[in-house]
């Protein structure tokens, strides 16, 4: 039979030029185009960083309902907690799971996972996103990617590339240096291309430098297909399309979603020479190679079955789950009998993330229930909820009520953390706090009871000034539908803790390296701190933070011995084996993550103290041993150069580390690594990250200085409030015009609704005014009305009339 990719040939060689236009756009939101007479059928595609996220009712704008809700299906952890596990294998195992469950559905591909770096803690979107270094999200990616895709069903690498805000996300420019886009922001794509091939690649909203990622020949041509050889489909993400035209010609495949009956303009722009025909029979081809992939389906795939969907989602928590302190080993607890709980989330348990990746449960345990599970009615733990959720409730007799149980107990289990609308897609946190009610609860409790056993549910760092005052926290996050009952087992002991922070917990936001240029203008994110992101910028600054990066605990002990290296020297073309002895000496049996990271010891070039290089999940019964291997490629001591504008290995010493966390470093051993490559000193130039580890931070970068990084001028903005606007500006841009005010005064009043709390819905508020005139096609308007819309925003009232009555003119 002959190859998926040959038969693609064959029908895109058949297919008439409108025909093949027609797959470059979506079918409504979430299906392609089907040709009839011909083995080319829809592909229906869902959100799914958290599982198969099913659309349901539409929401009702009139009660500021911008997402609708989504039917039942399994509710799995999210990536903030799942790349906790370090186990590519079991994403791999998770992603079998979830497409049997697509399967079940008939969705074709599932939009995850999210790869994208996280660049700053407050983040919107941090949740959906894996880690803050690339080697640990590119090889958690794969590994869930390859998982999905054995059963025949697609993915999305998303968001390609550089979408580490959500703050004006659909229009900003992410101004960052080559080095530190090639380091960090495109290597986590490039690892999951490499080793799971995925079969579809999503553009994100945002440009790079200044050009739309949907519109970037650089990154789409030169990069994803010539570089790395990719040969799956990108398609925008949802609304992402500024230009159709342009998009395809620069390497974009499908615009997603689409309402409108493309084909015929996108015929006549190839005839007229706007489009390339040789783009279009490109796209053509991607996307019927993705047709006869999901129709390629093997028979191997079993039936769905939720309750083993269930116990996998419980599995992934429960190996994810980072005990970050345990002083006095006060976990884990033998019992329940004297332990109350505190903590309104351990009853209304946040256990995902809000936006476009919000599911609705099949089967969701909370806390409180799983703390109860086998006890008699009225032998309930002793709860209360402490903290509001809601607005007007009683927070002073909140605190009463809470402060009594605890006064009655020897130990309290709390339950903290940040509530739904806190993080969500479309908007920044405002700040790395907890709501403030629950940092005066915490005092009041620590008045009466030290033995506080903080569970923290969120999606994302925040800061715990009490945290030498309580002797346990355990890092929750967002655990999925089975999460009340994985944190249950961990803290009651049926289960022993071995995940490890896939991110930096600092003590304060201002500790944060770009906290001074973060998000940005509504136009341009200067990305001033280069490559030094997370543990990168903590290691090398040497500053204290409340959990490193590779952190986390147990319930037994891991001794490191015989750490070898098989050479002294490694030269190009060749590799470096590492091998360590791990011992299990503790009373219970565990998992311990192997951390392996290379530190380069005399450098002309400014480079992070230290880097994760490789990393391995082993289980050990308890005084048990196992030998961990690692193979570092010669590539493993490479960075990218600014002048040459290729990888390069620069000749010296290297320490390789390998330890429990990037601070905690259990055996090293120095090898030599020879190259004729030399480095260029830029200490004149780049003052700022030469510097580091004596200054600390990057607001002193000068402009001077990061236009040297960059290579260019930096951008500059503009007064987005002038005439002419385009559909590339914001319904903010436009409020002042009589349209404007128009549009302002209607999301007002679907935006701000009784009973939500202020912060709701000024973040829902803001978001739906940074929304460009190109995405208000989303709601339901026609290309006429935004066309329309437009035309009077720039004061041409007889043009939008015209343009109402005949379209507007090509």
Known sequence: MDSIEEKAKEIVQKLSLKQKAKLLYGDGDWETNAIK?????????????????????????????????????????????????????????MGEVVAQECLMHGTDIILAPGVNIKRNPLCGRNFEYLSED??????????????????????????????????????????????????????????????????????????????????????????????????????????????????????????????????????????????KLAAVDEAALHMVTLNLRCQNRTAASQAFNSGMAHQKALEVAQESIVLAKNNGAILPLNDLEDVCLIGALAKDLRYQGGGSSHVTPNHLTTFYEALNEGRAPGKEIKYEPGYPLKEGENTKLLYLNAVDIASSHKNVILCLGLPTYYESEGYDRRNMRLPEDQYALVDALLAVNKNLIVVLLSGSPVELPFIDQVPAVLLAYLSGEAGGKAIADILLGKVNPSGKLAETWPAHYLDVPNRDFYPGSAEISPYKESIFVGYRFFASAGKSVLFPFGHGLSYTDFKYSDFTLAKEQVKSGSSLKVSVIVTNVGKRDGEEVVELYVAPQA??????????????????????????????????????????????????????????????????????????????????????????????????????????????????????????????????????????????????????ISGRSE?????????????????????????KKLLAILDLANGHAFRALFTLLFGHRK
């Not at 009660?63 to 596990?85: I, R």
């Not at 090889?139 to 703050?167: D, P, R, T, W």
């Not at 990069?223 to 342009?246: C, I, Q």
């Open 759 to 783: 912060q709701e819905n000024d973040d829902l508020y803001h978001m739906v005014m940074d929304t460009p005139l190109r995405m208000v096609g989303m709601a339901g308007f026609t290309e």
């Open 603 to 752: 450098s002309k070039i400014y480079k992070p103290l230290r880097e994760l290089r490789a990393f391995s999940k082993i289980s050990l019964a308890s005084g048990k041993s196992k030998t961990v291997v690692f193979t570092l490629p010669y590539s493993a001591f490479a960075y990218f150069d600014l002048t040459t504008k290729k990888y390069e290995v620069e000749a010296g010493q290297y320490l390789i580390e390998v330890g429990s966390s990037c601070m905690n470093i259990r055996a090293s051993g120095l090898v030599e690594v020879q190259s004729d490559f030399i480095g260029e000193d830029k200490h004149s130039v780049l003052p700022s990250y030469y510097a580091l580890t004596r200054e600390g931070g990057f607001n002193r970068v000068s402009d001077e200085e990061f236009s040297f990084l960059l290579g260019r001028r930096l951008s500059v903005d503009h007064d987005r409030r002038r005439r002419p606007f385009t559909l590339d500006s914001t319904l903010d841009d436009i409020s002042e015009t009589f349209v404007g005010k128009k549009i302002k005064k209607e999301a007002e009043k679907r935006c701000y």
């Open 37 to 93: 007479r011909k083995p080319i059928r829809a592909l229906e595609m869902h959100d799914g960083p958290v599982g198969l996220r099913l659309p349901g009712p539409q929401g009702d704008p009139q009660n500021g309902e911008l997402v609708g809700a989504s039917l039942p299906s399994t509710c799995y952890p999210a990536p903030c907690l799942t790349a906790c596990s370090w186990d590519p294998k079991l994403l791999s195992e």
């Open 134 to 275: 690339p080697l640990l999200a590119g090889k958690m990616a794969a590994g869930y990617i390859n998982g999905v895709q054995s059963h025949g069903v697609g993915v999305s690498l998303k968001h390609f590339a550089c979408n580490n805000q959500e703050y004006r996300r659909v229009s900003y420019s992410a101004d960052v240096d080559i080095r530190a886009l090639r380091e960090l922001y495109l290597k986590p794509f490039e690892i999951a291309i490499a080793d799971s091939n995925p079969w579809t690649v999503m553009c994100s909203y945002n440009k790079i430098n200044g050009v739309y990622s949907s519109d970037n020949d650089w990154l789409l041509k030169d990069v994803l297909r010539k570089e790395w050889n990719y040969n799956g489909v990108v398609m925008s993400d949802w609304g992402a399309t500024v230009s159709p035209v342009n998009s395809h010609n620069h390497g974009l495949d499908l615009e997603m979603p689409c309402h409108e009956k493309r084909a015929s303009h996108l015929a006549w722009a190839v005839r007229r020479g706007k489009l």
